[in-house]
């Protein structure tokens, strides 16, 4: 985790080479270890930075390879957060359609995510 959050510090530094530094040594110790929900946050951030690079393809087939992963592995807990991070990615692409229902329409409810909701 600390790797990460170092990497994301670096990323919204703009200091990406440190980014990218921070990113392989999170890799290298998470390896393809998709329980601890850490790898998803690692991900999230490669996406993100591919998206500032202008690698939008790269952000979108990587967007379907960890969900893909998170079917394969049984993980549905992280289903609703690859949600989350597709309308991340999506709302940045200028392409509300391919936000999910869920979160377009705003029904937080129903969902696995771990947060406070407070009702209006």
């Not at 967007?63 to 709302?91: F, G, S």
Request: glycine share 2%; aromatic share 14%; net charge negative.
């Amino acid at each position: 985790a600390e790797d990460i959050m170092e990497a994301e510090t670096f990323f919204y530094r703009f200091e990406f080479e440190n980014a990218e530094i921070c990113i392989h040594k999170a890799n290298h110790k998470l390896n393809n270890d998709m329980k601890s929900g850490l790898k998803i946050c690692l991900i999230f951030l490669k996406i993100k930075m591919a998206i500032f690079r202008g690698d939008y393809l790269y952000a979108v087939k990587e967007l379907e390879k960890v969900r893909q992963d998170i079917i394969d592995k049984n993980l549905y807990t992280y289903i609703h957060t690859i949600d989350l991070c597709e309308a991340y990615v999506y709302c940045l692409l200028n392409q509300p359609q391919m936000i999910p229902d869920w979160i377009s329409q705003g029904d937080f409810d129903n969902t696995t995510l771990l947060f406070q909701k407070q009702k209006v």
